[in-house]
């Protein structure tokens, strides 16, 4: 059975590469505080949740419609079917992070209880059950076949092993030497390897970075959506998680590259996030605001980007400033249609 060391494997996780990232976040969280004092910032955390929700069940490969989004997130309709309620169940998980995760432990009672949230409302028997047969971490190939790229734990360890990885985290959370980041980053990648239920695993340890994030005070992923980046950024996902995997049931795996990659995302989502407050503070116009969207923008924009970053400014007011940038030729369309990108002269 794998024999976990997080203390002294995350003490030695000191390269440059991480010490920079850590520093960059910091600075990032310390310029990010006033977000919570800004005008519409219910807004701002209500497109991060929907975006959460979307992107890490899409990671998962759990799609709905456009059409059903705006019913499931504006109107709150009733999920119609299991991709809908994995979606739905998403966001109640969320929100009862955001309720609990000031006096909630991490314990596997509450592990369990994410899981089960994913579930509760399409099958509650299904929800919070450990795993009753070996499963396996696949990758999609080029040619649409499915290859194994990880042996999870077997089902008779989950217990044995989430036991003892929550009791070292908690440890290590007390230890001052320890920081918190590279900690939550090492413990996301043990718990998909042990990938202790049947099914949604990557969505609950992307809920319980979530929550650990917010208890010990990196609250970005509420204002900005971490998964979304990890979606963008698949491959390289991937591509971490493989490498530091490998040699895991010995112990003799790296964690470097995974942690490295969470770090990464974390530091972008901070880094989004700046952004957007700077240019929603800005003593400009909206027509201004949106030609310094599309100026700053290193590729075509769409008009559903525009909004998330200008997230105080009605929709009705951006189209309208766009087709004014358009028609006084200081912006380009590059496509047509509903999914239009726009780009600066």
């Known amino acids: 059975m794998k024999m976990f060391d997080l203390k002294g494997t995350l003490l030695s996780l000191n390269s440059p590469s991480i010490v920079s990232l850590l520093n960059n976040i910091e600075f990032y969280k310390g310029k990010c505080g006033r977000v919570e004092k800004m005008k519409k910032v219910d807004v701002l955390r209500s497109m991060a949740t929907r975006s959460n929700c979307l992107a890490s069940n899409g990671i998962g490969n759990v799609y709905i419609p456009e059409e059903r989004e705006k019913s499931l997130f504006s109107e709150n309709a009733q999920p119609r079917d299991l991709q809908e309620h994995m979606i739905v169940g998403y966001r109640n998980a969320l929100e009862l992070i955001g309720e609990v995760y000031k006096y909630q432990t991490l314990d596997r009672s509450f592990v369990t209880t994410l899981h089960y949230y994913i579930y509760k409302d399409y099958n509650p028997e299904f929800g919070g059950k450990y795993k009753d047969s070996q499963n396996y971490i696949q990758e999609l190939g080029p040619d649409g076949s499915f290859h194994t790229i990880f042996v999870s734990a077997p089902p008779e360890d989950v217990v044995p092993l989430l036991d003892n990885l929550i009791y070292q985290f908690n440890e290590c959370a007390k230890d001052e030497e320890i920081n918190k980041l590279e900690l939550i980053a090492a413990f996301m990648l043990d718990f998909v390897c042990i990938h202790p239920y049947n099914h949604g695993n990557g969505r609950v340890s992307r809920l ?59 530091l972008e989502a901070y880094r989004k996030l700046d952004y957007i407050i700077e240019i929603n503070e800005l003593d400009a116009t909206a027509e201004e605001k949106v030609l310094k969207v599309i100026e700053d923008s290193a590729t075509p924009i769409t008009k559903t980007m525009v909004l998330r970053i200008l997230f105080a400014i009605s929709k009705a007011t951006i189209e309208k400033m766009l087709a004014k940038l358009l028609k006084d030729g200081r912006i380009q369309i590059i496509t047509k249609g509903r999914y239009a990108k726009y780009f600066r002269i």
């Open 208 to 266: 319980l970075l979530h929550f650990l994030l917010k208890k010990y005070g990196y609250q970005v992923d509420d204002y900005f959506a971490i998964a979304y980046l990890m979606k963008q950024h698949l491959g390289e996902y991937i591509d971490a998680f493989k490498a530091s995997s490998e040699g895991w049931y010995d112990s003799e795996n790296n964690y470097e590259p995974f942690v490295t990659f969470i770090l990464k995302r974390i």
